[in-house]
């Protein structure tokens, strides 16, 4: 039994490398939560999570006063059972972004103490599917910039080796997310893929507005169109349109991902590790997506979702957001695909130096066996 004895957790806050906005918000900051956890063979694992700019103290006050203590004693390698055991502690702020966000934290740091243990890398460790995916590109695609910013970022992109990039949308006329798109397409050609996200900001209204142009510009998918919440919306909008409706982003759940593939209302799922919980919840979606025939393309952490989508076999894209590189390496690459990493664990190598000297104040705590 490797029994779990210590704990530590700090929160890191890392500035955007660019301006990031969508049609309902603008991304501040990554408030970074990282749990560091040890066994008493003294082998080690480090997980973490994030926001977007607010709520990195309450997942640090979860993790301090309720997750991190449960843990302490117990066998690191039934991963399973622990992730349950955490969830249902304090099952009464379950479903919900908090919660998930902290348990993601803990089980990533199990799955990289397990690569450690046994010598592999996560990719191999959750499936093996395959060992490279290809990338689309989000970071020239923000709401704020102009038809030619897109275009530009589009062709350098493509040069690169990127096979597609993502374009915000929601803009207050069907004319101006128009305009955007077509730019891209008509510089781009047909052969480039164009995902488009409008951040849940439509009202059912406007999303099928902007159906036919989606299916005449022949865009790889509508992402969050609608509320996350609006399940029959997004089966009405779904049984309309022949463009993928994609979702998941905003859902905190397997469950919540059951829901929406029984009811038919999406055709791509995009399970975000940390904000569905961890590793151990994010490959039941993906099974659970393989199972109806259904692609999981995840949301954001490149850098954790390359080992996870070169894990399974029906994970198409890695979106390509760079926001580590202040505090790790960079994510191998050969051109616009991504590579799994092959040593042990989550495979980011991290600049502790750097961790240490971005570590917010007064963020940082230590948790040990009561008997140590």
Not at 14 to 36: G, H, M, Y
Not at 173 to 192: I, K
């Amino acid at each position: 039994m490797a029994r779990i004895t210590s704990a530590n957790a700090f929160m890191v806050d890392l500035e955007p490398k660019v301006v990031r906005t969508d049609a309902i918000q603008s991304f501040n900051s990554q408030e970074t939560i990282f749990v560091v956890v040890r066994d008493a063979d003294g082998t080690k694992g480090m997980g973490y999570s994030y926001t977007i700019g607010d709520g990195g103290p309450a997942i640090l006050s979860l993790l301090k006063e309720t997750l991190l203590p449960r843990l302490m004693g117990q066998d690191a390698d039934r991963i399973e059972a622990i992730w349950r055991d955490l969830l249902f502690c304090s099952h009464a702020t379950a479903v919900g972004p908090i919660m998930s966000l902290a348990l993601a934290a803990i089980d990533t740091a199990l799955w990289d103490m397990r690569g450690h243990k046994t010598g592999l890398p996560l990719h191999i460790l959750a499936g093996g599917a395959k060992s490279s995916v290809p990338m689309y590109t989000t970071e020239g695609g923000w709401l704020h910039l102009s038809p030619d910013a897109l275009v530009e970022d589009a062709v350098a992109s493509k040069e690169a080796g990127f096979l597609g990039s993502k374009v915000k949308i929601g803009k207050p006329t069907v004319a101006q997310d128009c305009e955007r798109l077509e730019a891209v397409r008509n510089v781009l050609g047909d052969d480039y893929e164009i995902m488009t996200d409008a951040n849940q900001s439509m009202t059912s209204g406007e999303a099928k507005r902007r159906l036919p142009m989606l299916e005449r510009l022949n865009i790889a998918w509508f992402e969050e169109p609608l509320p996350a919440d609006d399940i029959a919306g997004h089966a009405r909008l779904q049984s309309l349109s022949r463009v993928p409706v994609a979702v998941g982003e905003s859902m905190y759940s397997p469950g919540q991902f059951a829901d929406y593939i029984a009811q038919d209302a999406c055709e791509i799922v995009q399970a975000d590790v940390a904000r569905i919980g961890g590793i151990t919840p994010w490959l039941k979606v993906a099974h659970m997506a393989e199972a109806h025939n259904i692609a999981i393309c995840p949301h954001f952490l490149m850098e954790l979702h390359v080992s996870l989508v070169c894990a399974v076999p029906n994970a198409p894209w890695l979106e390509y957001i760079p926001q580590l590189e202040d505090i790790a390496a960079p994510m191998a690459r050969d051109g616009g695909n991504a590579l799994a990493p092959m040593t042990p664990g989550l495979g980011i190598e991290w600049d502790h130096d750097k961790l240490a000297a971005l570590t917010v104040a007064g963020s940082a705590f230590d948790i040990k066996e009561a008997h140590q």
